[in-house]
Each structure stands twice: as structure tokens, then as C-alpha cells.
Nanobody, 118 residues
Framework: QVQLVESGGGLVQAGGSLRLSCAASGRTFSNYAMAWFRQAPGKEREFVATINWSGVSTYYLDSVKGRFTISRDNAKNTVYLQMNSLKPEDTAVYYC???????????WGQGTQVAVSS
């Protein structure tokens, strides 16, 4: 079973940048498409971005297109989310997961908190 550990969150001002990392244990990481999700206070968890197993294909939530970039390093069992031009509405706990389509398929990690001040 793959386990997920997210890191890299923090408090930044609007317009700033953060790079999130998601380290996965287990040998089968490269078999999975991976995705980032986020959950803002009082809201449902939502999809943010996904990347296929090879890293060639990506897809983004409309509101983050052009600002966020998902990538992966299968040799390091790690998926990243580079977040630029951050906005207060990006404030949330960010989680990664393996996905089948848009459906998460593993147990959730603890997430990493991102807070963007105006």
C-alpha cells in the first residue's frame, strides 16, 4: 500500500509562490496517475491538478490554470505542485492522492496547509 506525505505549505502574501511536495512510499508509485486536491475551511475537498504516470499529460482546475504547475519525479517517488501568483482564495489544506480518472484511490495523508494573506 502506498502512503503519502505532503509538505511545503506555509503562509505567503498574495502574489507569492510556494512549492508543495508529496512523497509516496512503495514501489508502485510510477504506476499511478497522481493529483492534488484542496479543502478550504467549510468547503468540500476539490480537485486542483492531475498528472499521468509518465508526466506527459496534465490537467488543471480552471481557476489555477496558468498559475499552478504539477510535475513528478518517479525516481524520487514524488509529485510536486508549483504555485505562483497565489491568491487568498487559494487558502486551503492541500492533499495529494493517486487517482483513477478523477477519483482518489488511496488513503489520504495529513495534507499541508497553505494560507495566502491579502
Amino acid at each position: 500500500q502506498v502512503q503519502l506525505v505532503e509538505s511545503g505549505g506555509g503562509l505567503v502574501q498574495a502574489g507569492g509562490s510556494l512549492r508543495l511536495s508529496c512523497a509516496a512510499s512503495g514501489r508502485t508509485f510510477s504506476n499511478y496517475a497522481m493529483a492534488w486536491f484542496r479543502q478550504a475551511p467549510g468547503k468540500e475537498r476539490e480537485f486542483v491538478a492531475t498528472i499521468n504516470w509518465s508526466g506527459v499529460s496534465t490537467y488543471y482546475l480552471d481557476s489555477v490554470k496558468g498559475r499552478f504547475t504539477i510535475s513528478r519525479d518517479n525516481a524520487k517517488n514524488t509529485v510536486y505542485l508549483q504555485m505562483n501568483s497565489l491568491k487568498p482564495e487559494d487558502t486551503a489544506v492541500y492533499y495529494c492522492n493517486a487517482v483513477s480518472g478523477a477519483t482518489p484511490i488511496l488513503h489520504w495523508g495529513q495534507g499541508t496547509q497553505v494560507a495566502v494573506s491579502s
